[in-house]
C-alpha cells in the first residue's frame, strides 16, 4: 500500500509537471502571438501616419498654390490700378510741362 501510494504521488507530481511545461509553452505561444501583433500593429499606425501626413502635406500645398495664385491675381490688379492713375496723371503731368515751357 506504502508503494502504491509513493506511485500515486509521484504520477501525481509528473502530471503536474507536464501541465506546468505546457502551460510555459502556451504562455510563450501567447506572448509571440501578442508581439507579432503589436509589431502588426505598431506597422500599421506607421503607415497610416504616413499616409496621413502626405494627404496633409499635399493639402498645405495645395492650400498654399491657391494662396498664390490669389495673391498674384491681387497684385496684378493692383499694378494695373497703379497704371491708370498714372496714365491719367500723364496726360495732366504733359500738360503742365508743356505750359511751363510754353512760359518761359
Known amino acids: 500500500m506504502y508503494?502504491?501510494?509513493?506511485?500515486k504521488i509521484t504520477d501525481v507530481e509528473s502530471e503536474?509537471?507536464?501541465q506546468k511545461t505546457a502551460a510555459r509553452a502556451q504562455v510563450q505561444q501567447q506572448l509571440?502571438?501578442?508581439d507579432k501583433a503589436g509589431k502588426l500593429l505598431l506597422?500599421?499606425?506607421r503607415a497610416?501616419?504616413?499616409c496621413k501626413k502626405e494627404a496633409l502635406l499635399a493639402q498645405a500645398e495645395q492650400t498654399a498654390a491657391q494662396r498664390r495664385e490669389?495673391?498674384?491675381h491681387a497684385a496684378e490688379e493692383d499694378a494695373q490700378m497703379l497704371?491708370?492713375?498714372a496714365e491719367s496723371?500723364?496726360?495732366r503731368a504733359a500738360e503742365e510741362i508743356v505750359r511751363r515751357v510754353v512760359d518761359r
Open 48 to 50: 497610416d501616419a504616413k
Open 83 to 85: 497704371r491708370r492713375a
Open 70 to 72: 490669389a495673391t498674384l
Open 16 to 18: 503536474m509537471e507536464q
Open 3 to 7: 508503494l502504491d501510494t509513493v506511485k
Open 89 to 91: 496723371h500723364m496726360t
Open 43 to 45: 506597422e500599421k499606425a
Open 32 to 34: 509571440a502571438q501578442a
